[in-house]
C-alpha cells in the first residue's frame, strides 16, 4: 500500500447478530478490501463474539474487543473510535452490524471524508430513505431528528443514524469528556461536540432497510433514556455548557 493511501478502520458494534456478522464482514471486504474492521461485541449470549474470533482468525484485516456484557451502543462505538485514534487508521467508520447499512455505500461515506471531517450515510437527504421499518420507528425517527434540530442546531438532516465516517486526525481535536449517552443517544452527542470543534460535516444518502436476522436492541426503555440524555445534552449546549 503506498504510503498516501488513507488507513480506514471500520467498527461494527454487536450483540446478538450470529446470523448478520459473518456475511456482513465478508461483503465489507469485498467491497472494500483496504479496510481493517474491528468488531466490539457485548459478550452477545448467541456466540455472536465466537464468530467475530474466528473471522479474525481467519483475516488478519478483522479485528475483536470482546466487552464484559452489554455496555451499551454508545460505549461500543466510542471504544472503536478511540482504538482508530490508538492504532494509528486516518478515518473511522462505524455501522450496524444488523445490514440496516449497507457496505455499497462504504466507498461514498470513505470518499466524502476528502473533504469533510465527518460524513453522514444519510436516510433523509435526496436519494435516501428508509424501507421496511415499521412505521411506529420511522416516526419515531422523524420526530427525533425534527427534536434535535430544534435543541442542538445541527447542521445535518440524519443525526440519529449510525453509518458515519469520521477523519480520525479531526476526531483527536474533539473533547468527549463526560458525555451524558450510554446508548443511542450517543450519534447526536457526538456531532455536537464534532460540530463544536469546528466539523465540516456531509451527507451521502443511503436506503436505510430493516434488519436481515434478529431483533432490534431498542426498547421503551432505551428510547426512554435517549430522549431524556438528548434533552440534558441540547439544554448544555443552549446554556453553552458542553465541553468544547
Ligand atoms: N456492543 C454492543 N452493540 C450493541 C448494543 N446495543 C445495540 N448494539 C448494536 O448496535 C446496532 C444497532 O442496534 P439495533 O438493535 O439494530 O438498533 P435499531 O437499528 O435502532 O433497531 C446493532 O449492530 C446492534 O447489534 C450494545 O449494548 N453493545
Ligand atoms: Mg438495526
Known amino acids: 500500500m503506498s504510503p498516501t493511501t488513507p488507513r480506514v478502520l471500520v467498527c461494527i458494534a454487536t450483540y446478538k447478530e450470529r446470523e448478520n456478522l459473518e456475511p456482513l464482514v465478508r461483503e465489507i471486504l469485498s467491497v472494500a478490501p483496504q479496510v481493517d474492521i474491528l468488531v466490539t461485541d457485548d459478550n452477545s449470549p448467541d456466540g455472536t463474539g465466537q464468530i467475530a474470533d474466528r473471522l479474525a482468525q481467519e483475516d488478519p484485516r478483522v479485528h475483536v474487543n470482546h466487552r464484559a456484557g ?4 454508545g460505549t461500543a462505538i466510542l471504544a472503536g473510535l478511540r482504538y482508530a485514534m490508538e492504532h494509528g487508521y486516518d478515518r473511522v467508520v462505524s455501522m450496524d452490524a444488523d ?19 465527518v460524513m453522514i450515510g444519510s436516510r433523509y437527504i435526496p436519494g435516501g430513505g428508509v424501507a421496511n421499518w415499521p412505521l411506529s420507528r420511522q416516526m419515531m425517527s422523524a420526530a427525533i431528528n425534527a427534536y434535535v434540530r430544534l435543541l442542538m442546531r445541527l447542521p445535518a438532516r440524519d443525526t440519529s443514524g449510525g453509518f458515519r465516517g469520521y477523519s480520525v486526525a479531526f476526531l483527536r481535536r474533539v473533547n468527549f469528556k463526560n458525555l451524558i449517552s450510554r446508548g443511542y443517544s450517543f450519534q447526536q452527542e457526538v456531532l455536537l461536540r464534532c460540530r463544536l470543534a469546528g466539523a465540516r460535516i456531509g451527507e451521502t444518502p443511503i436506503l436505510f432497510e430493516d434488519r436481515r436476522f434478529g431483533t432490534t436492541k ?3 426503555w432505551e428510547m426512554i433514556r435517549s430522549i431524556w440524555a438528548i434533552t440534558r445534552i441540547g439544554v448544555a449546549s443552549l446554556f453553552g455548557n458542553v465541553p468544547r
Open 218 to 220: 431498542v426498547n421503551p
Open 70 to 73: 452489554k455496555l451499551g451502543l
Open 99 to 117: 445490514y440496516s447499512h449497507h457496505p455499497r455505500y462504504l466507498p461514498a461515506v470513505i470518499a466524502g471524508l476528502d473533504k469533510h471531517d
